[in-house]
């Protein structure tokens, strides 16, 4: 009976704790007026703690619980008017790979007109603290920028609501996916059409590059070579028409940007290209 007791009181003051950190973050998501005039909903909705924390229960599930605010219609991102935002975004690794991503990702939720207030690397945590301010009359969908996240493999380290006007994520995005590459396999030949973009590749670790440029080409062969992180490692840039180039590929490289030096419109009848 004393060891039911002992463990009860453990399990109890576990769960204490993970609806205490729950809880917490909603009213921060959401403000303390609103928190306190959803209470009930709130936890009723939030009644199963457990199902609102990733990893062993260490890190909240940032997704699901953003996903249960906006199914009950609780977040309210409308502005009565255009207003000044800010967006800050700390990317823990993967420095350049991170912003390509969050350009990406935010160009693809109709975010084209922002700008850079400020940026700075932060040396005593090693992150890169990225600003931008825009003028909207929605602030960023907290969901639906989660969701486009998840969906390339990154991972959510926290969402602060900082106020009405500004949000604060805290990003990991060493291993997310770029979703505008191509993953090409060693020994793979693979045939590429009209570009409307760069190639870009995805390989692992292949020792040769081999192109054809179709016929009717001008082909002013620029190649880039990057490493896991967006590091450049090595560039090729003709002045010349090339009907085709060989070249090895350098040590560590993760990715390839295959373009023309001048106009996608010297490629437009597409490339072979085979990695070995």
Not at 260 to 270: H, M, Q
């Amino acid at each position: 009976m004393r060891l039911f007791k002992v463990l009860f009181s453990i399990s109890f003051f576990i769960t204490s704790i993970y609806a205490s950190i729950l809880f917490d973050k909603v009213e921060n998501l959401l403000g303390s007026d609103k928190s306190n005039l959803h209470n009930k909903l709130l936890h009723l909705v939030f009644k199963d703690q457990e199902q609102f924390y990733l990893d062993n229960n260490t890190t909240l599930d940032y997704k699901n619980i953003l996903k249960v605010l906006n199914n009950n219609g609780l977040i309210d991102l409308k502005y009565n008017a255009p207003a000044n935002i800010s967006i800050e975004f700390e990317l823990k690794n993967s420095a350049i790979k991170s912003l390509k991503i969050l350009n990406e990702t935010l160009r693809g939720m109709g975010y084209a007109f922002y700008f850079t207030k400020e940026i700075k690397y932060d040396t005593n945590n090693n992150n890169l603290i990225w600003i931008i301010n825009l003028k909207t009359e929605y602030m960023l969908d907290p969901f639906l920028f989660i969701q486009e996240l998840k969906s390339k493999y990154c991972k959510i380290l926290d969402v602060t609501r900082v106020n009405q006007f500004y949000w604060r994520y805290k990003l990991n995005l060493a291993n997310a996916k770029i979703l505008e590459s191509k993953k090409v396999e060693n020994g793979e030949k693979i045939i590429f059409q009209k570009p409307l973009r760069a190639y870009f590749l995805e390989v692992n670790s292949p020792k040769e590059l081999k192109i054809i440029s179709r016929k009717l080409n001008n082909w002013f062969p620029y190649i880039v070579f990057y490493d896991k992180d967006l590091n450049i490692l090595d560039t090729i840039k003709k002045n010349r028409v090339y009907r085709g180039l060989k070249s090895n590929v350098p040590y560590g490289t993760h990715y390839i940007k295959i373009t023309d030096r001048y106009t996608l419109i010297n490629i437009k009848r597409g490339l072979s290209i085979t990695i070995k």
